[in-house]
């Protein structure tokens, strides 16, 4: 069975400093990986995803993530974050309807 | 567009009540629907999902059960709850067929069991 591990529970940054969120995925077919993010009182929504192609991709609000087949990684990055990027993300990959969530990780972002 | 509800958005039940837990999707027809549940630092677990009407999918075995009496209603249930059912119930749905499988998700539904 897949699963999915994000290395960080909770991540306490300062304004514009720079951000990567670690996951990690064992599962050996093809994959659909994603991150989400859920900002406080807020539904839990998409903020990029991979399926094929360019294995760098770029979502909302500056963030970006590297598909890395070889590591089965797929980190999510930000080069400055700014304090409304508090929030809760999750790393996810799915196969078909099969779809793993990481446990999370709690971002703070101090003012 | 798409838009999916989930209600209640709170409850408290005590242990041993039964349970149900409703989710609706509108603006696409037969799409994919899922429930999860989110527990404080453990992500999101999928126990149920459905491709169909009637179809029912169970990926944990427990005390809750799902089912799907219309295109786009899905309902999670329980007989008697547990204290360890409590937590955030998530519901999702996605493009049947579609080529990237992403998963929308509801406001979700926080369950306290006392």
């Known amino acids: 069975a897949q699963s999915v591990s994000q290395h960080n529970h909770h991540v306490i940054l300062s304004e514009a400093a720079s951000l990567e969120l670690g996951c990690n995925y064992s599962?050996?077919?093809?994959?659909?990986l994603f991150w989400y993010v859920q900002y406080p009182g807020q539904h839990l929504q998409l903020l990029l995803k991979?399926?094929?192609?360019?294995?760098l991709v770029k979502g909302i609000k500056g963030f970006e993530a590297e598909f890395i087949k070889s590591k089965f990684s797929f980190n999510l990055r930000k080069p400055s974050v700014q304090w409304s990027d508090t929030a809760e993300y999750f790393c996810?990959?799915?196969?078909?309807?099969?779809?793993?969530f990481g446990a999370g990780t709690r971002l703070t972002v101090k003012p | 567009s798409q838009t999916i509800h989930q209600w209640p958005a709170t409850l408290v039940q005590p242990v041993g009540s039964p349970l149900s837990l409703e989710c609706t999707v509108e603006?696409?027809?037969?799409?994919?629907l899922y429930w999860y549940r989110q527990a404080a630092g453990r992500g999101l677990q999928l126990l149920f999902y459905?491709?169909?009407?009637?179809?029912i999918s169970s990926e944990v075995p427990q005390n809750l059960s799902a089912s799907r009496p219309q295109d786009r209603q899905f309902i999670l249930s329980s007989k008697k709850l547990l204290l360890s059912d409590s937590g955030f119930y998530l519901c999702a749905w996605s493009v049947p067929g579609g080529a990237d499988n992403e998963q929308f998700f509801g406001p979700g539904t926080r369950l306290t069991v006392l």
């Open positions: 599962y050996g077919g093809t994959v659909n």
């Open positions: 459905s491709v169909g009407i009637g179809q």
């Open positions: 991979y399926f094929s192609g360019d294995p």
């Open positions: 996810a990959v799915n196969a078909i309807h099969d779809m793993r």
């Open positions: 603006g696409t027809s037969n799409p994919n």
